[in-house]
């Protein structure tokens, strides 16, 4: 049936976020932007108070898979875990407290999904294990995802990034760009390629540990936002990684699943980064709501209420919207229903509401919405929002995936 | 739990109203032509209990909640944006009795569109005017009282199907000093002494849709059929307003996802410069806009309807409405513009249906409810202000629109 009422867990884990957002990360998430990262300690408090909770869904989607499938082998009746929806709906509640928080969560990160979707059992217990003991005191870890190089960002099939077998080792020449928690990880999921010319089907995946020789990094990136999370450049030089690093083993490749591995981690990821966008958007669109309820809405009529009230109204439906197609990309991935499109859908409208939010919501407060010094909130919103319309796709490139599937015979532009 | 599959039952209307639907597009432009739907393609219709879906079964209707008739309205005008309007049954009518009447005064009412002849019946709601008051806000059409009897003046415009109804809601001031707090509304069967039917329009679009007026000379309505809007007048009307527009706006998803199925096959078999047009990226890009348009629109239409069906608390309910209605018929007016558009030169010729659908998407934005008082409603409702009548509907003041 059509539905729109969240599980009574979904509406557990919005109403603690959101406490958490508002009496904790709010009120630290501006030094965390002026000191270029969160305190290990804070994260670690987030860790421990995320294994109190029974996994906090964002940071432990493993945990509430195999939590639904011992209930299932326990012979309870299959229960729907909503986890992609759950992980949305904390998402949106995270980033309405901090953006750059939730990119430095620990755990696998981005790198999880290749690594759950492709890994030999093997290579999952090895790379997914190292995040078990995190909920529960152990060292923070995190995991990363490497694709994008200089040279090559959208347009993945034309990575530079080489790789050739030496004995019981690939070598890897080459240098990625722009990848979040890229030098603070355990592992880094990096795609590399046997031969340019060969276009995808040349494409491999390998889990980088720490510390692999050949292995450094590069410069860290100054940003326009997002500034407590880290963003690295990667460097391989002659860089040596075992064999059994070789993401889903040889016989992986001989089809084009290569570049089917990079692209797979979008489709359950990027509703996640428009839920993202979505809170952002709504803590702009929040901040002038009340900002126009305390200094414009006044007991006698101004002219220009009317016009203020439509712009506001206006961003307030457009994130909706964005939510509720969202929503929709998360709960087909919920029911295992193909959703490239909608996923596309969700990320390219919620990135441009979000920062049509952001944008409007610093011009509706006028001046003073500017002042760093009063609204450094709406202010840091502004540059932390613009990113999520490029990263994990650029909204015209979220365009390009939808074309696709509306004109079925459509290889490329 | 969060879902986005109808029911089984659900679906199965779904698909024989679609089927249905498939002919009303095959004939839209002998519709258009005739100004009207024949006998025979409202009797389906009527067969179908297209009319009645969402009419509480107390009152004689289906019970089927907001959910489901916004499921099939957009089925509906996926074949003809007009259809839904001029079938015939209650429409618009069925949502003020239910809203602002008691239920007696539904049951007498409404009744009579269950019958089997209900299809040959319409109801309409008399509530815009062509010119507002100088002197005061509120309508100039005005109800007296006298001894128990209630006595209209006034004229009424913009009124959907304003000479095929049998029977009125007319809205018109009872008190001239509150404004547009000051309003009532009052059943009145047609052929009572000093109602006239007026002209019919000619219009832009949604030919198919008769729209009129009435004027009213010293009308006689008892007090018995005055609809008195339960506790709160001004509520149940915004709650009638938002209601009514939201099924407004379910067909607004039908008429895009309309005009941009059309628009998508055009584009796969059009050919320039050795390829399908929908190939280049400044059509493909146009069109993955309006998909998004069509997505966004009829999921934020669900969340309303499922809101008001699911009970939540009103002041939710109406945000959400209001959120569907004005993203859906902007939505709508954005596919039937591009679906010209990229259709070029042949798109300006009436051989394609989508000149049409231009048409009506530009017309039923104006119906109902506008993008622009939905998204006052919106803003008086997130910042706290009393909800104003006069702000959040159309009017002779603000913006008209046909009701």
């Keep these: 049936m059509i539905d729109f009422t969240l599980t009574s867990r979904q509406q557990q884990v919005k109403e603690a976020i959101h406490g958490l957002a508002l009496s904790v990360i709010r009120p630290e998430c501006l030094k965390w932007d002026r000191e270029h990262g969160i305190p290990p300690e804070f994260l670690r408090t987030l860790a421990t108070l995320a294994g109190n909770m029974g996994s906090l869904a964002m940071m432990d989607r493993d945990g509430e898979r195999a939590s639904a499938a ?46 759950r979707g492709s890994g030999t059992p093997e290579q999952k217990a090895r790379f997914m294990g190292i995040f078990r003991d995190m909920t529960a005191g152990g060292e923070l870890k995190w995991g990363a995802y490497a694709l994008t190089e200089p040279g090559a960002g959208s347009d993945v099939a034309g990575i530079r990034t080489s790789c050739r077998k030496d004995g ?16 603070r990880a355990s592992w880094n999921c990096v795609f590399a390629t046997i031969d340019p010319t060969l276009g995808r089907a040349g494409h491999r995946a390998f889990v980088v540990e720490k510390g692999t020789p050949g292995f450094s990094i590069g410069r860290i990136e100054d940003k326009m936002g997002l500034r407590a999370s880290e963003t690295a450049e990667l460097v391989f030089e002659d860089c040596r990684v075992p064999e059994e690093n ?37 803590a702009a669109y929040e901040y002038a709501r009340d900002f126009v309820k305390s200094n414009y809405a006044l007991a006698r009529h101004t002219a220009r209420y009317s016009a203020i009230a439509e712009r506001l109204a206006r961003v ?98 | 739990m969060i879902a986005f599959e109808p029911t089984d039952d659900q679906k199965l209307m779904q698909e024989s109203v679609a089927s249905f639907a498939k002919t009303l597009r095959a004939r839209s432009r002998e519709f258009e032509r005739d100004r009207a739907f024949p006998d025979d393609v409202r009797k389906t219709a009527h067969e179908l209990g297209l009319g009645m879906v969402a009419v509480p079964e107390a009152l004689g209707g289906a019970g089927l909640g907001l959910t489901t008739a916004a499921l099939l309205e957009e089925e509906v005008a996926y074949g003809d944006p007009s259809a839904g ?72 415009a913009y009124v959907v199907n304003a000479d095929r109804a049998s029977n009125f809601v007319v809205f ?20 009572t002494p000093g109602l006239r039917v007026l002209d019919r329009e000619t219009t832009l679009g949604l030919d198919a849709v008769s729209f009129g007026g009435i004027k009213l000379d010293g009308v006689e309505v008892d007090e018995s059929d005055r609809l008195a809007g339960g506790d709160d007048f001004n509520a149940a009307l915004v709650r009638f307003f938002a209601k009514h527009a939201l099924i407004v706006a379910a067909r607004g998803v039908g008429l895009a996802r309309a005009a941009f199925d059309v628009t998508r096959e055009y584009c796969e078999t059009r050919r320039a410069f050795g390829k399908p047009i929908g190939h280049f990226q400044a059509v493909a890009f146009t069109l993955a806009d309006r998909s998004m348009d069509v997505d966004a629109a009829r999921a934020l239409v669900w969340r309303a309807a499922h809101s008001w069906d699911a009970k939540l608390a009103e002041n939710h309910a109406l945000l959400h409405t209001s959120h569907a209605i004005a993203f859906a018929l902007e939505a709508a007016m954005r596919c039937g513009d591009d679906a010209v558009q990229l259709h070029g030169g042949a798109g ?39 909800i104003d009548p006069g702000e959040v509907l159309p009017s002779a003041e603000s913006q008209s629109a046909f009701v």
């Design chain 1, 70 to 115: 011992k209930s299932e082998a326990e012979g309870a009746p299959k229960k729907k875990s909503q986890v992609n929806l759950t992980s949305i709906i904390a998402a949106e509640e995270m980033a309405w407290g901090d953006g750059g928080l939730l990119l430095c969560l620990p755990g696998p990160g981005l790198g999880g999904p290749p690594v």
């Design chain 1, 168 to 183: 019981a080792h690939w070598v890897l020449n080459g240098r990625k760009c722009y990848i979040t928690n890229g030098a």
């Design chain 1, 246 to 282: 070789l993401l889903g083993g040889e016989e992986r490749y001989v089809t084009k699943e290569g570049f089917m591995t990079a692209m797979k981690t979008f489709d359950n990821t990027r509703p996640l980064v428009a839920a993202m966008a979505i809170g952002i958007g709504r």
């Design chain 1, 316 to 413: 307030g439906r457009q994130l909706d919207a964005a939510r509720m197609v969202t929503w929709r990309a998360g709960w087909m991935a919920d029911e295992e229903i193909p959703n490239a499109k909608e996923a596309s859908t969700s990320k390219a409208l919620a990135g441009q509401a979000a920062i049509r939010a952001c944008i409007e919501s610093i011009e509706i407060c006028g001046a003073e919405g500017t002042i760093a010094r009063d609204h450094q909130l709406l202010e840091k919103w502004f540059r932390d929002i613009k990113v999520y319309d490029i990263f994990e796709g650029t909204g015209q490139i979220q365009r390009v995936v939808i074309s696709k599937r509306l004109f079925a015979d459509l290889k490329s532009f």
């Design chain 2, 85 to 156: 309007f001029a079938f015939g049954g209650p429409g618009a009518f069925g949502t003020a009795v239910s809203e602002l009447g008691n239920e007696s005064q539904g049951k007498a009412w409404l009744a009579p569109f269950a019958g089997a002849d209900g299809w040959s019946r319409f109801g309409a709601v008399a509530w815009g005017e062509r010119r507002a008051s100088a002197a005061r806000a509120g309508m100039t059409t005005t109800a007296t009282h006298r001894m128990g009897t209630w006595e209209l003046t006034g004229e009424k």
């Design chain 2, 172 to 191: 018109a001031q009872t008190q001239e000093s509150a404004g547009w707090r000051g309003l009532g509304a009052f059943l009145v069967k047609k052929g």
């Design chain 2, 348 to 386: 300006f010729m009436r051989d394609y249906v989508v000149e049409k659908l231009m048409r009506d998407a530009k017309q039923l934005q104006l119906c109902a409810m506008t993008s622009a008082h939905a998204d006052q409603l919106a803003a008086s409702i997130e910042l706290g202000r009393a």
